[in-house]
């Protein structure tokens, strides 16, 4: 078996029955089990016998248009995680939480909660909110505009990783004969005072196992990058054609070197859903399925959101009307252009549009056997648009079974990827260091004044 | 056997390894194990063993005066919770959260996260966070004041009331044919628009299985008592003689009476620490260990907090130098008073008080037999003082055990307690009703108008 030096990451992004839109409806899922904690333990459970770095859940704060047709974040992420990680050992666990909406103490409490009880495999996606259905769960009017969302995002890490290393690694003693339960010099209060938030700290918990969670984002508009330039070490993004994910990925990766960060430490991964069968022809009957049972006016209704326009009397045979400039959305301006270039490009009706998102809202789509979804995969990865994928499995659990029991073992084979864990964090799965706790902002400009 | 009809309810409130406040010094307790998730999992294990309603944990928002001498409070107890659910099938799990740091929309997606994960065992105790250190992580340079917490903790409890009851609970019809996963009809918006909040809903997770958790509530001040009134089906609380037991719990029924609720509806639930030996003098001798391990340093600090004076240069061999007015303490006032009154009334110096307090933060201590301790209890209930327990192991999970084992049968054997779980849910368990889904109050004012 060759070994090859670089090797890529693998993370399940897990969405109830699976991410077709038409998941709970098709015969291989069993709909009952979005509701069922089990079945995300089984998830959990399957990714680790895959080696998989991580499994992931998105996150939204409303309701939203899924009530009728799907609903697909019942659990809150981190409370999921959590009984997810007592039933593993060595799997990440990457839970979306939103900077819109909570408070920086709370949030970097909890976390460091997941990563005290997985034992060092907690991974924060932070997201800022874009819905319009979000901000009216929160006392606002409308949605707080981009920019600003982005700034309260900024301010909020910068807080939350202060909070992090408000503990020294050894600050907790547990002198018994002494009586003193953590050193206080070691424990230090972070004065945070900014444009958004002032927060005095420590964090009321000892400094957890990795330090801090890994930080994930999401978010692909300009800010968006810059943020992501900044701030995260691992990024999930929807890129469809292989020029379009090369591009990404350079353009990221000049941005994480201009932040003067080593750009391996920001693993990009594009999201990826695969229909696998025994022969290209079977794994596209598969997919033709799950389209044949899209709800139309369901779609019309996400797809509306999407580019900013009311679909849903618009007639499915038709293009797509006239949509409104970028500069107008609001919410999700990467899925805006992403849903945009894709009809134009391929010169799709509305109907054909949906069919193509329906699979991932807007991810790539791969259908074929496991060798051409392995071919694939490593064609992205040897011409460098990604560090590894988000898996998408289609249906659940079955998708993320043949995955990990399929293409997996090919990947590994070939020496892409590792057949046994050789760290036991999500830092260590990724290859990041583990930061040094080091003296909070504040601290240390009041130390150099 | 015989069988009272009437029976009482015994919830184990968790903390660290034990309530004492010297626990992790004592050779009975291994002190590493307060960060670890599997200790936790171990006692609810014990509890349910034990046919216990309820564990539960306390909560605050800040690192406090503890750092140095003790840390109670690593994980947030809802993550905490979630682990220990999936290790266990009857026993209710009651969380602590504020409505002074959260917002009412995430903090009943959690609680309804937390119902779902444990099929209908989730509790909220409900708290308003009086503490100045709490107030400084969250941007305020003070507590806000003792009043305006509650009105706004009333708020946040009918937004969350609303939000529960915002799916009905045949809302989920998971139609595969024909393609309809929810009745939009059974799913409505909220739309509160109130004081303090704006919050339009529906919650985005459908009704769990108790519709709501379980509310308790556990400040004894006036406003407490109102809220307690209004909202709570249980209460914890801390009284340190039958009689005042006996006032407390006839005042709180009044009110509840009051406020157009069958006093049925809401348990007083008392704390009691309980040191059991095989005889009074064992038990008592065990106590005395716990004592002599308390740190006055740490204690004088954490006394100062409860009175609202510094005591940290006092003599420790004097009584209590004068107290400010009940009307100066925004924290809790219910727990100043009880700290006054027993200074006072027994005479106390500060060394005594500490010793006296350092059980369980002034809630009673009982150190006996097994026999005593179940006579202790049932003096209690048939006296109408409690409807069962807030029962604090001084030390874990050795205290937790000894007490199911030892004092648990003896319960049973008088038909104080049940032998066999007969409800699955925590509702069940405290004998009340599972509320039917309401249309929101916003909802109903438009309907009637
Ligand atoms: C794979 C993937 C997962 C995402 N998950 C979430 C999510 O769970 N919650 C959310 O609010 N946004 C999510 N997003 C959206 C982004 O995080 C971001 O909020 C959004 O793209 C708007 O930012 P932008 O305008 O910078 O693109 C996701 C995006 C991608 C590509
Ligand atoms: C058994 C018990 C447990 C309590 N747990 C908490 C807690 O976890 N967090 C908290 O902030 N307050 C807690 N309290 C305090 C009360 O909930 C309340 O906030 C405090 O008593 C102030 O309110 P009051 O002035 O109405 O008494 C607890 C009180 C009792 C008796």
Same mark, same amino acid.
């Given at each position: 078996m060759s070994q090859s030096p670089k090797q890529f990451h693998l993370n399940a992004f897990l969405m109830g029955v699976g991410h077709h839109e038409a998941a709970w409806r098709h015969?291989?899922?069993?709909?009952?089990?979005?509701?069922?904690?089990a079945h995300f333990q089984e998830l959990a459970q399957i990714a680790e016998r895959g080696k998989l770095d991580s499994v992931f859940f998105a996150d939204g704060l409303a309701a939203g248009p899924r009530v009728e047709h799907n609903?697909?974040?019942?659990?809150e992420p981190i409370t999921l995680l959590s009984a997810m990680a007592v039933v593993t050992e060595r799997v990440g666990l990457i839970a979306t939480a939103s900077t819109?909406?909570?408070e920086p103490f709370t949030l970097a409490r909890k976390f460091a909660s997941l990563d005290h009880i997985s034992h060092g495999r907690a991974g924060w996606n932070i997201v800022t909110s874009g819905g319009a259905d979000e901000a009216a769960n929160f006392?606002?009017?409308?949605?707080?505009?981009h920019a600003g969302r982005y700034d309260r995002a900024a301010e909020f890490v910068d807080v939350a990783v202060e909070l992090w290393d408000?503990?020294? @690694?050894?600050?907790?003693?547990?002198d018994v004969a002494g009586g %003193?339960?953590?050193?206080?010099?070691?424990v230090r209060t972070i004065d945070h005072d900014g444009a958004r938030f002032k927060v005095r700290g420590?964090?009321?918990?000892?400094?957890s196992p990795q330090g801090r969670p890994v930080l994930v984002q999401a978010g692909s508009s300009e800010s968006g990058k810059n943020f992501a330039a900044r701030y995260a070490e691992a990024v999930f993004t929807a890129q469809r054609t292989l020029a379009e994910g090369q591009a990404f990925y350079r353009d990221l990766k000049a941005r994480v070197a201009g932040a003067?960060?080593?750009?391996?430490?920001l693993k990009v991964l594009p999201g990826i859903v695969p229909f696998i069968g025994d022969t290209e022809a079977e794994a596209k009957a598969l997919e033709q399925e799950f389209t044949d049972l899209i709800s139309p006016a369901y779609s019309l209704r996400q797809l509306s959101g999407m580019v900013?326009?009311?679909?849903?009397?618009?007639?499915? @045979?038709a293009p797509l009307p006239p949509l409104p400039p970028?500069? %107008?959305?609001?919410?999700n301006k990467s899925r805006y252009e992403l849903v945009k270039n894709l009809a134009e490009n391929e010169h799709l009706t509305v109907r054909q549009l949906i069919g193509k998102l329906g699979?991932?809202?807007g991810h790539r789509t791969v259908a074929g056997t496991p060798e051409q979804i392995a071919d694939d995969l490593q064609l992205w990865f040897d011409r460098e648009a990604a560090d590894g994928f988000n898996v998408m499995p289609p249906y659940l659990p079955g998708g993320l079974e043949d995955f990990t029991t399929r293409v997996v073992p090919i990947l590994q084979e070939r020496g892409?990827?590792?057949?046994?864990?050789?760290?036991?964090t999500l830092r260590g799965h990724y290859g990041l260091d583990r930061p040094a706790a080091r003296i909070g902002a504040a601290r240390a400009r009041a130390a150099t004044a």
């Open positions: 015969p291989r899922t069993d709909e009952r089990r979005v509701l069922d904690v609903i697909q974040a019942v659990f819109g909406y909570n006392g606002y009017d409308e949605t707080p505009d408000s503990w020294d @690694d050894d600050a907790v003693e547990l %003193r339960f953590a050193d206080p010099a070691k420590p964090l009321n918990s000892p400094r003067g960060r080593d750009p391996h430490s900013g326009v009311d679909l849903t009397e618009h007639a499915l @045979d970028l500069d %107008r959305i609001q919410g699979g991932g809202r892409l990827f590792r057949t046994e864990y050789t760290a036991t």
